[in-house]
């Protein structure tokens, strides 16, 4: 396997870096976008005073969620910058979790509904969408 050419494919692992932070801080700041969702979901079916608390669930999941895609960002970031043959594959296991987590978050739902709002679900395919590049970009033979 030939050594990684880090100076093409760190600048497009930053820019997955800042979409991934970005999609994160999404929620705390679109107002009350996912209180009306999760209201939406569970009116009808759980008392008022749970879907508040469900709400707060939600909310820290999809933090928590871009919390540890910026941490698998930044440990790709440093593996690729030094050279390690190993980011190539642990890079791809990476993509490949968080776009399950991606895809599921569009079709994962309660009482025939989706849990997480299409918005916030489209938005965390972005950086799945960067995370193929890159990926792309560390199994690519470099130009003779």
Not at 79 to 85: E, F, L, M, P, T
Not at 109 to 123: D, H, I, N
Not at 129 to 140: E, F, P, Q, T, Y
Request: aromatic letters at 8%; hydrophobic letters at 55%; glycine letters at 12%.
């Amino acid at each position: 396997m030939d050594k990684l050419r880090p100076t093409r494919v760190v600048p497009v692992m930053c820019a997955g870096l800042v979409c991934t932070v970005v999609v994160a801080v999404l929620p705390l700041f679109a107002g009350d976008v996912l209180g009306q969702h999760v209201r939406d979901v569970y009116t009808g079916y759980v008392d008022a005073a749970k879907i508040d608390s469900s709400g707060t669930v939600v909310l820290g999941y999809l933090v928590a969620i871009g919390a540890l895609g910026a941490l698998a960002w930044l440990g790709s970031i440093r593996a690729v910058r030094r050279g390690n043959r190993r980011a190539r594959v642990v890079a791809t296991a990476v993509f490949a979790v968080a776009t399950s987590f991606a895809v599921a978050n569009l079709f994962v739902g309660e009482y025939g509904k989706p849990l997480v709002p299409q918005l916030f679900g489209l938005a965390g395919l972005a950086p799945c969408v960067i995370g193929l590049g890159a990926v792309i970009l560390l199994w690519r033979r470099p130009a003779a």
